[in-house]
């Protein structure tokens, strides 16, 4: 028989209950054990879900309440001292670590650990952090073990899933100020893994999936070389440990498949046939006579409905080589990266809400695709008959295709992606009309989305309030926050975007060829969700998206007015994209999109325009190589056709939320925008260099303080950041904003942090002005 399984499921919550009870708790308003208690229900409930859809094979210990990397750090014992000097409650001191600390009434502050992304995926983790010296202790009770248990108990026999020994050392990274290497901890990791295999097995784990998704990368030497010890080790107790299936996602493993060869402990191997279905040949041949192949053809990372007949070819393709016992049938990756269910979607237009599946949708689709193989496709004729209409009608609608989109696409030329002089002029025409100081001030463009902003909207959605009436009261937040940002008394200002539910779903909101949803919420970090607009045919603007506000808020401005957009390669990954025409041509459809926008905003006097592109990074394909080279080209040409259109009086501005330029610094720099402002605060200044190496001539702002927690930075600390970027980058250069956006922090520590940084920048200008 064939077993089907799932990787992990999203943990939210149906109605983001997790989310809910988590901020709940953060606010005083509910009690430890009720966010225990709700964490403990959601598990339940999701454990139920995957087994009424029939799915052999559900993980346990994907839960987590903030990030299950972060997991890791109580589990091995690997607290920095810096948290654990408080002797918090494991919960408070795991929260601690994810979001930071501040509780001056009681000693207490300490900011969080760095928190980065997952892959190419828009989900964030907490980077592991460790010390010199470092000690490990597993916990005395270890969630893997308790989770499973829990399960067990509501009868239901699960697959524990926990992070692998290289993959954790892989992605961690030595704390500030030391030097530990940590893929040299190998040897003092491995028996805690021992330890909790043992465990696993005692309270009766039958199967664990390990995953080991850096197998995807380009692996440095010695950490590709830590794969065959570890497992080894892992294999040293026999029986006496649950059988192990080590899980690969995001991207093909067969640079680094002689690491598994012949790996006596792994029982099988997990690969994304989504991805990278060529691999299917090279995996297989590399397997032992015993071992058995998790075949993962429902996509884990996007919402389309799976083509059943295209994933049962490629299961069957496996199985004729391995036979059915050999083969399993699983999501391409954990659910984590789609959002719950489509049940909850009651405004989606029919046709289109036929051609999705979410979460519990593709659970269903895996035990589907079993049953297909194990019993042959009679035993499921209705399903796959439904299956094959949905993806027909697909292939045959109108509204994936619109000539007039296509016809401007063909009609780009190469001149259309440059600026129409070199930066120095451009700077000169600039300097002359901005009349900014030394070390000019700015945020990076959202403010304080407060709890009556999303009232307000919600209101308006729902037809409670009239359009008139939201719109009288956006304007009145975005005087209210240039009223503040004059107080502040900063430099570049923003509008704030009061109107914004999202930098991407608003501009999903308002282009043709988007579809948008109403829970569909998918969890970014922490306790923060997206609702990603799905790209369903090709993009266009029909009409201005920000020029009211902007123009608005530049009336009631004694100064610069930045106007902000997202950009187009941030539109793409950010939102579900289609997965019928290669992403560059959807990347240029919106940079069609936003490049009429930034063009009506010059033209409605805007003359500061930051198109954000956080996402520009995250979209780098895994390895490097041709295919990095050939979406550099893509994505760049896309950010380039976007702005281009500007006079050279008018400053691009564009901003990354992260700090890891090193690989790719070129093509941040033949972006050409006039400022960068990018994360920095919680890495290493260093990484600044290689503006210097490479002789970045145009402005940068790295972030000078940490926007993700609601921890108030200090002048003196802001100063520190500021001293050490002057090492790297000259005065003239250097901006002085936060990390990124301020819209999930509260009013009273955004105007603390911003007096802090205002003050710290006027300090340097005092200073370099004599
Ligand atoms: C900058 N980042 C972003 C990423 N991805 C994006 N798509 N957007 C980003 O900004 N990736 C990297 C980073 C970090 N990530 C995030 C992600 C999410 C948030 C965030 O603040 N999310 C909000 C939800 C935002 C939103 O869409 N809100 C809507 C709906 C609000 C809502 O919940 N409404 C209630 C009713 C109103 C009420 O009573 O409160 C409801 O529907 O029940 C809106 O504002 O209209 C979050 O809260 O998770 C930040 C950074
Ligand atoms: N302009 C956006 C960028 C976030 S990456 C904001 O300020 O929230
Ligand atoms: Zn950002």
Redesign the pocket.
């Known amino acids: 028989m064939v077993q089907s399984s799932v990787l992990g499921f999203p943990r939210m919550g149906k109605l983001r209950d997790l989310?809910k009870a988590t901020e709940a708790y953060w606010g005083g308003k509910i009690s430890r054990d009720e966010l225990l208690a709700e964490g403990k229900r959601l598990r339940l409930e999701h454990w139920k879900i995957q087994q009424d859809a029939g799915v052999d094979v559900i993980p346990s210990n994907d839960f987590a309440f903030y990030d299950q990397v972060l997991d890791h750090h109580q589990l091995f014992g690997t607290i920095p001292e810096r948290y654990s000097k408080y002797n918090l409650h494991a919960l408070d001191e795991y929260f601690a670590m994810g979001r930071g600390l501040q509780k001056p009434e009681e000693g207490i502050d300490v900011p969080a650990l760095e928190m980065v992304k997952w892959f190419d995926s828009?989900y964030?983790y907490v980077k592991p952090t460790l010390q010199d010296n470092q000690q490990y202790k597993l916990a005395a009770e270890p969630k893997p073990v308790t989770e499973f248990l829990e399960a067990k108990a509501a009868g239901i026999v699960t697959r524990p899933v926990i992070l692998g020994p290289v993959s954790f050392l892989t992605l961690a990274k030595a704390d500030r100020g030391q030097s530990v290497e940590p893929i040299s901890q190998l040897d003092q990791l491995l028996p805690l893994y021992v330890e909790l295999l043992s465990k696993l097995k005692a309270a009766g784990v039958e199967d664990v999936q390990i995953d080991e998704p850096v197998l995807v990368f380009d692996l440095a030497e010695k950490n590709k070389a830590a794969f065959k010890p570890a497992y080894e080790k892992l294999g040293s107790l026999g029986a006496n440990a649950p059988r192990i299936t080590l899980a690969t996602y995001f991207g093909d493993i067969v640079h680094n498949i002689d690491v598994l060869a012949n790996l006596q402990s792994l029982h099988s191997i997990h690969i994304d046939l989504v991805r990278n279905p060529e691999q299917l040949d090279t995996v297989v041949a590399a397997l032992g006579p015993n071992q058995v192949l998790s075949a993962g053809v429902v996509d884990g990372r996007n919402i389309w409905k799976t083509n059943f007949k295209a994933a049962i070819e490629k299961v069957e393709n496996a199985i004729q080589k391995l036979g059915k016992e050999r083969v399993i049938v699983a999501t391409s990756s954990s659910l984590l990266h789609v959002p719950h269910t489509l049940a909850s979607e009651k405004t989606l237009d029919a046709e289109v809400r036929d051609w999705f599946s979410f979460a519990v949708e593709k659970a269903s689709e895996v035990a589907v695709i079993a049953k297909a193989v194990t019993e042959g496709p009679a035993a499921v004729r209705e399903q796959l008959e439904a299956n094959a209409k949905s993806v027909q009608a697909r292939a045959s609608s109108a509204r994936t295709n619109d000539p007039a989109v296509k016809a401007r696409q063909a009609a780009v030329t190469a001149d259309m992606h440059n600026r129409r002089s070199e930066f120095t002029q451009r700077l000169a025409e600039q300097t002359k009309t901005l009349k900014l100081p030394l070390f000019p001030t700015t945020t990076i463009g959202s403010f304080p989305?407060t709890?009556e902003?999303?009232?307000q909207?919600?209101k308006f959605t729902k037809g409670e309030i009239t359009p008139e009436e939201y719109e009288k009261f956006i304007e009145a937040e975005i005087r209210e926050v240039v009223k503040i940002q004059e107080e502040l008394d900063l430099d570049v200002f923003v509008h704030g975007e009061p109107e914004r539910?999202?930098?991407?779903?608003y501009f999903g909101e308002r282009l043709t060829g988007y579809v948008f949803t109403t829970h569909a919420w998918v969890q970014?970090?922490g306790?923060?969700?997206?609702?990603?607009p799905i790209i369903v045919g090709d993009v266009s603007r029909p009409a201005a998206m920000t020029v009211k506000e902007s123009k608005y808020a530049a009336s009631v401005s004694p100064k610069p007015m930045k106007g902000m957009l997202t950009g187009p390669i941030t539109c793409l990954r950010?939102s579900f994209p289609r997965d019928d025409v290669h992403q560059s041509v959807q990347a240029q459809q919106l940079a069609l999109a936003i490049r009429d926008e930034v063009v009506d905003l010059e033209a409605a006097g805007i003359q500061v325009i930051q198109v954000d592109e956080?996402a520009l990074r995250e979209g780098l394909p895994l390895r490097t190589g041709s295919e990095r080279v050939a979406y550099l080209k893509w994505a760049v040409d896309s950010f380039k056709l976007s702005t281009a259109g500007v006079t050279d009086g008018t400053q691009i501005h564009s901003h990354f939320?992260y700090s890891e330029f090193q690989d790719f610094f070129h093509a941040i720099a033949a972006l050409d925008a006039d400022v960068l402002s990018i994360e920095n605060s919680k890495s290493d200044a260093k990484l600044l260099r290689v503006f210097v190496d490479e002789k970045y001539p145009r402005h940068i702002g790295p972030g000078v303080y940490d926007i993700h927690s609601p921890r108030i930075p200090s002048e003196e600390e802001i100063k520190v950041r500021i001293e050490e970027m002057l090492q790297y980058l000259t005065p003239a250069q250097l901006n002085i904003n936060p990390d990124?956006?301020l819209?999930?922090r509260g009013w009273t520590e955004t105007k603390a942090a911003l007096t802090n940084m205002v003050n710290a920048a006027k300090f340097f200008r005092a200073k370099y002005a004599q």
């Open positions: 989310k828009n964030h989305q709890k902003i999303r009232i909207r919600n539910n999202d930098m991407v779903q970014s970090y306790s923060r969700c997206v609702r990603p950010w956080p939320c990124c956006g819209k999930t």
